[in-house]
């Protein structure tokens, strides 16, 4: 019998698997077992990576099993961040140990791997081995020894001499000055000449380019209330989450830069969101003018090992400011004193699979637990964040005004109906073509892309959709095919419909291709271009396009939402907005709030410079409130009717709502295991009297994905937690076959 104390840790696995599990941590790596650490544990019959949580009191039920190796020389996360860990993987009904991969940089864990291999009697047998782990980059330096006797002849001379001026240098340099010389290093090592030694560097991926600098503006009298609280926050040292609301070039960037600056001072850090479109290198430009302390960027177009370098960096302290898209949130930044969410209305800061979490929301929560400032900025909050203001969970911030005393565009509304199948009214062609004698340039809008947004039966009314998805195929002329934008289904167009077999197909429902054509036949001598990412794939090609604007060498760009965020564009004079109601039909409660939002983003573009703008909105819902509101640059108007409409059916902010999605290849699976979660939910509901309302099962909006057919299950609490006692208790008790996935979307925000 063993009397010593063992040493029991518990360990989070990265696997969809509930709970942490315990381990006995041998004599020999007991020194070395901190949490925040990677280990390496036998699990079922393989080997994984987990992290190391603590230390456990007592011993699990049966025999624990050992920890293998401790994977990190230092903790990756600290307690506080484990905190936060623990808070999402709560709040989210998501595993810990996949909430803290997900936070961590990817790539770095070892997992098992087999492979086949001959033994010694010639039969193959299955080896188990280690893949994976991010490696930490370094390079060699070599160093002169300089009272050594033994001396090298002819180009090893030459380098040791030069190695004796400049004291050290890497086998990269040497080689860019002396040519190959790798068996002349070799020999100088071994006679002792020079010494070897090796340096961690970083892959750095914004190489050292020159920004210049700048320094803070004299505020307006707006913005000079919100940084006087905004500093006031920062200096009592609490939580404080402040909505930013202002529209596009009313100076909210600048507010971020000043509150920054005063965080920077009391020597707390600051980590700025965006969306990830909106993580332009003019942006990044804009931080590193103004400050000179060490900046981190984060997007999605890192290689793994740049990402870890990055977040090495500011993991040891040598970035006082980190910027990036989503994922940014979970920088391992120490002492936050702000946190900015740019754009906070944007869909994309919610993570559609796996840890469904949504960055906006979590940013309070880190702020919450980290003492910070919070700032979400927009020019069309969403309502919620509105609703928080006017009841004062959000400090509200208003920059009413453009800085520079832009007008704002002249805006109207071009009615559809009865002009089916028209892709211009004639308001809108006659306004193309003032523009362009005029010498301005014309944005046209529309919110899908390919040539058709879908082929249609002229004499059945059969619409061509996805075998798969369910959702209608748009046709890419370009590639002459009909594609599926879920799952990349591809058919030829068919010469006669498959379903009747005599009526002839018609293309419906216009794309930017369609546009594109018909653009270049009205104004023939007019240069067209178009923004989609069908147009734009490939490095550099959204670039590209924003580039010939700006040059001038485009008279007119029709494109998608890519067009609607962010960028400037002074010689936009026009904006036509093609296709206003196609998000309006969407299945989903937000369709209006996202209408709203779009429209008056597109309307942002127009009369950025010293000429005014004017918007045509083209609709067939010239009635809409979200369209009359956007028209009108009516925030508050829109506000007030959207928040009435969410009140009286129940959505947020009046419930809280999670949606559950079965999937199965087989549909009978599927729904059985809906229909007896709804059943459990209810029980679960009745007996714990909770007030949350279980609708459905029913087939979701797209009831077939990648060949597996889908459930829903909404739920919605006016009170979260008696929201979050159903969900806790139904995972506890549910159980389905493997051959079914159920997914659980807390605070869902696309819903198809
Ligand atoms: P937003 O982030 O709301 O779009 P910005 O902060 O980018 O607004 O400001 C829009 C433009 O106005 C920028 O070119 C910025 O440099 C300038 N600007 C902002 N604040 C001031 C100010 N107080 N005085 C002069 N120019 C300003
Ligand atoms: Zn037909
Ligand atoms: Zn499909």
């Known amino acids: 019998m063993q009397t010593t104390s063992q040493h029991i840790v518990e360990v989070a696995i990265p696997l969809p698997l509930e709970g942490s599990f315990h381990y006995l941590v041998p004599e020999r790596l007991s020194a070395a077992a901190q949490a925040g650490k990677r280990v390496l544990v036998p699990f079922g019959r393989r080997k994984v990576t987990g992290y190391l949580l603590g230390d456990a009191d007592a011993p699990g039920a049966g025999e624990l099993k050992e920890v293998l190796e401790i994977l990190d020389e230092e903790p990756l996360f600290t307690t506080s961040e484990l905190e936060f860990y623990r808070w999402i993987a709560g709040y989210y009904l ?78 990269p340099q040497l080689r860019e000055r002396f040519g190959p010389c790798t068996a002349q290093l070799g020999r100088l090592v071994e006679l002792g000449a020079a010494r070897l030694s090796q340096r961690e560097v970083y892959r750095d991926p914004f190489k050292a380019k020159e920004y210049g600098h700048d320094g803070p503006l004299p505020l307006n009298l707006a913005q000079a209330q919100a940084l006087a609280k905004v500093s006031t926050a920062l200096a009592a040292g609490e939580f404080a989450p402040f909505l930013l609301h202002g529209v596009t070039g009313s100076g909210k960037t600048e507010v971020y830069l000043q509150s920054i600056a005063v965080a920077l001072t009391a020597g707390r850090s600051a980590l700025v969101l965006v969306p990830e479109i909106a993580l332009t290198p003019q942006l990044v430009g804009r931080f590193k003018r103004r400050f000179d302390c060490g900046i981190a960027v984060l997007h999605s177009g890192l290689s793994d090992g740049e990402r870890f370098d990055e977040w090495r960096r500011i993991r040891r302290g040598e970035a006082a400011i980190v910027i990036g898209a989503r994922s940014a949130l979970f920088a391992p930044l120490e002492g936050i004193g702000v946190i900015v969410v740019d754009e906070e209305h944007e869909g994309s800061y919610k993570q559609s699979e796996g840890v469904r979490y949504n960055a906006r929301d979590l940013a309070l929560v880190r702020g919450k637990l980290g003492k910070a400032v919070v700032l979400l900025g927009s020019a069309t909050p969403l309502v919620t964040s509105y609703h928080a203001a006017q009841t004062g969970r959000l400090g509200y911030l208003s920059l009413p005004d453009r800085v520079r005393d832009l007008p704002m565009p002249e805006t109207r509304m071009l009615d559809a109906r009865n002009h089916k199948g028209d892709i211009f009214l004639p308001d809108l062609v006659e306004a193309m073509g003032e523009n362009l004698d005029a010498g301005g340039q014309t944005l046209l809008f529309l919110n899908r892309r390919g040539f058709a947004t879908y082929l249609v039966c002229e004499t059945c009314g059969h619409v061509l959709r996805c075998p798969n998805c369910a959702v209608t195929l748009t046709y890419h002329r370009i590639k002459g095919k009909h594609v599926c934008h879920y799952c990349d289904f591809t058919m030829l167009p068919p010469s006669t419909c498959p379903d009747c077999q005599s009526g002839a197909i018609t293309l419906l429902g216009r794309g930017t291709e369609r546009v594109e054509d018909q653009v270049q036949k009205l104004f023939p001598d007019a240069r067209v271009s178009r923004m989609d990412r069908d147009s734009t794939r490939g490095k550099g090609g959204h670039a590209r396009v924003l580039k010939e604007l700006e040059e001038g060498t485009v008279d007119i760009l029709i494109g998608t939402q890519m067009i609607a965020k962010g960028h400037d564009f002074p010689g936009v004079t026009l904006v036509g907005v093609l296709s206003a109601d196609a998000s309006l039909n969407l299945p989903d409660f937000r369709s209006a709030e996202r209408t709203f939002q779009l429209v008056t983003q597109v309307m942002g573009r127009a009369g950025r410079g010293d000429k005014p703008g004017r918007v045509l909105v083209q609709t067939l819902a010239p009635e809409h409130y979200a369209l009359t509101h956007a028209v009108a640059h009516d925030y508050l108007g829109f506000y007030r009717e959207e928040i009435a409409f969410r009140e009286e059916v129940g959505y947020p902010p009046f419930a809280h709502l999670a949606a559950l999605t079965f999937s199965a290849v087989a549909a009978g699976q599927g729904e059985r295991a809906a229909d007896e979660a709804a059943a459990l939910l209810r029980r679960i509901k009745r007996e714990a009297r909770l007030r949350v309302e279980v609708l459905g099962p029913v087939t979701a909006p797209l009831g077939k994905v990648r060949g597996r057919f889908r459930w829903q299950i909404l739920l919605k609490g006016v009170e979260r937690a008696d929201l979050h006692r159903l969900l806790f208790h139904f995972r506890g008790g549910f159980s389905h076959t493997s051959t079914v996935r159920l997914t659980i979307d807390v605070d869902p925000v696309d819903m198809l």
């Open 94 to 171: 998501h595993p810990l140990g996949e909430v803290i991969k997900m936070a961590l940089p990817a790539g770095i864990n070892l997992v098992s791997r087999y492979r086949c291999e001959q033994s010694e009697d010639g039969t193959p047998v299955l080896k188990e081995y280690l893949a994976g782990g991010k490696s930490v980059r370094t390079e060699r330096l070599y160093t002169a020894v300089p009272d050594c006797s033994t001396r090298p002849r002819g180009k090893g001379l030459e380098i040791l001499e030069y190695l004796l001026e400049v004291g050290e240098c890497s086998g």
